[in-house]
């Protein structure tokens, strides 16, 4: 499973948590993929690091699934939008 692109939409800091989350999209050479991620960081966190963490966190998911939920599924990369 290669991953082609990876993006994610705003980022946002959840004090409930004490940390940013985001919803991060990967897209594979068929599939695009939906993984809501978090990560423990303070406020004044550098926003790339915030970034990296929260890619890193996705890949993971990514990798750890071996049947994504159809919830996770986007659109198939040529074709129509199955979910948002």
């Known amino acids: 499973m290669i991953i082609e692109a990876l993006a994610f939409d705003t980022i946002r800091y959840n004090p409930e948590i004490e940390g940013f989350e985001a919803s991060v999209r990967i897209r594979d050479a068929v599939w695009m993929y939906n993984y809501p991620v978090h990560i423990k960081a303070p406020l004044t966190a550098d926003?790339?690091?915030?970034?990296?963490?929260?890619?890193?966190r996705a890949r993971e998911q990514h990798k750890a699934s071996k049947k994504p939920l159809f919830s996770q599924l986007l659109r198939a990369a040529n074709g129509p939008a199955l979910a948002a």
């Open 47 to 56: 926003y790339a690091l915030v970034a990296r963490g929260l890619m890193q």
